[in-house]
């Protein structure tokens, strides 16, 4: 589980089996016993979320979306 950044206690990253076919690029979050998904395009939005209220979420969208070229970027790297 490749951890490509961390924010405000939030763990983000990705398995390194992300199915077969794999999955289009996203990104997990899991901090404080909470869980989300985060589809990258076309645009940031929640796959799931279980557990962060809806100011985080929100809060989480954007530190995704600010982390967009690195997140690509990891994912590519380790998927190439």
């Known amino acids: 589980m490749p951890t490509v950044f ?9 398995y390194s089996d992300e199915g077969t076919p794999r999955e289009p690029i996203h990104i997990h979050a899991r901090g404080n016993g909470n869980d989300a998904k985060f589809w990258l395009h076309p645009q940031v939005r929640i796959a799931y979320c279980d557990g962060f209220n809806r100011q985080e979420q929100l809060d989480l969208i954007r530190a995704v979306e600010a982390h967009r070229d690195e997140i690509e970027r990891s994912w590519n790297e380790h998927f190439s």
């Open 6 to 14: 961390k924010y405000k206690g939030v763990r983000f990253f990705f």
